[in-house]
C-alpha cells in the first residue's frame, strides 16, 4: 500500500522557474527521502531527512519537514529541462523497515 | 550511476507463465530489496533479502519468491503469471538493513500478455 501521496499529480513549469513538490504520509517516520526517476527507468536518491530536522539543502533542492502535518516539501530552483522526471516521496519508521513510496509527481520542465 | 545491475532490461511473458529476474548488488552491499511498479503508481516493497535469508515481505502472493546468492546478487520468481503482474520490476542494495541507503538497478520491464 501506498504510504500517502505527492501534490501535484504532475507539474508543467517554464526553464528557469521553481518547482515545489508536496508530500503527505500517514504514520510516524524515521526518515523521509526524495528520489528521481526518467522514463520509467531506476530511482535516484536526491535527499534524505530525518526525523528531526526540520530543513535540508543540496545544490538546488531544498526539502522541508512538518512531522506535526506529516508532509514534506521538495523545491527545485531555478529549474532546468533536464529536471523532468518523476518525483517520489519515500519513508521508513526505524531505519530498518521497508521504504513505502508515494504515487509521485510528475515534473515537465518546457524549455 | 549506481553499481546496481539488472536484467533482462524487458522481458514479454504469457499469462501462466513463470519468470526469473535478475539483479547484481553493488560492490559490499549484502541486502537486496525488491519493488514492483505498476504504471503511474510508486514502487511497493515485495521482499528484502540479507545474507542470504528472506529478511521481510510485502502483501504480495506466495507466487513471488526469490533467492539470494553467497555472492549477494539476487533473483525474483513470479509463477503462474497474471496480467496484473506487468510491471516495472526494481531491485535495490544496501548495507546491513539499512534501507535508508538504497542504491536502485535501472528495473526490468515486465509485460505480461
Known amino acids: 500500500s501506498q504510504q500517502g501521496e505527492e501534490d501535484p499529480q504532475a507539474l508543467s513549469i517554464q526553464e528557469g522557474e521553481n518547482a515545489t513538490m508536496n508530500c503527505s504520509y500517514k504514520?510516524?517516520?524515521?526518515?523521509l527521502q526524495w528520489y528521481r526517476q526518467n522514463s520509467g527507468r531506476g530511482l535516484v536518491h536526491l535527499i534524505l531527512i530525518r526525523s528531526n530536522e526540520r530543513e535540508k539543502h543540496s545544490g538546488r533542492l531544498r526539502v522541508t519537514l512538518d512531522t506535526s502535518k506529516k508532509s514534506s516539501s521538495l523545491l527545485i530552483t531555478a529549474s532546468r529541462a533536464a529536471d523532468t522526471a518523476s518525483y517520489f516521496c519515500?519513508?521508513?519508521?526505524?531505519?530498518?523497515?521497508?521504504?513505502?513510496f508515494g504515487k509521485g509527481t510528475r515534473l515537465s520542465v518546457i524549455a | 550511476e549506481t553499481g546496481v545491475t539488472q536484467s533482462p532490461t524487458h522481458l514479454i511473458k504469457t499469462r501462466g507463465q513463470q519468470v526469473t529476474l535478475r539483479c547484481s548488488s553493488q560492490?559490499?552491499?549484502?541486502?537486496v530489496s525488491w519493488y514492483q511498479q505498476a504504471l503511474g503508481q510508486g514502487p511497493q516493497f515485495i521482499f528484502q533479502y540479507y545474507r542470504e535469508e528472506e529478511n521481510g515481505r510485502g502483501n504480495f502472493p506466495p507466487r513471488f519468491s526469490g533467492l539470494q546468492f553467497p555472492n549477494y546478487s539476487s533473483e525474483l520468481n513470479v509463477n503462474a503469471l497474471e496480467l496484473d503482474d506487468s510491471a516495472l520490476y526494481l531491485c535495490?542494495?544496501?548495507?546491513?538493513?539499512?534501507?535508508?541507503?538504497?542504491?536502485f538497478g535501472p528495473g526490468t520491464r515486465l509485460t505480461v500478455t
Open positions: 535495490a542494495s544496501s548495507t546491513g538493513q539499512r534501507t535508508y541507503e538504497q542504491y
Open positions: 504514520t510516524s517516520i524515521n526518515n
Open positions: 560492490s559490499g552491499h549484502n541486502t
Open positions: 519515500a519513508t521508513d519508521d526505524s531505519g530498518n523497515t521497508p521504504l513505502v
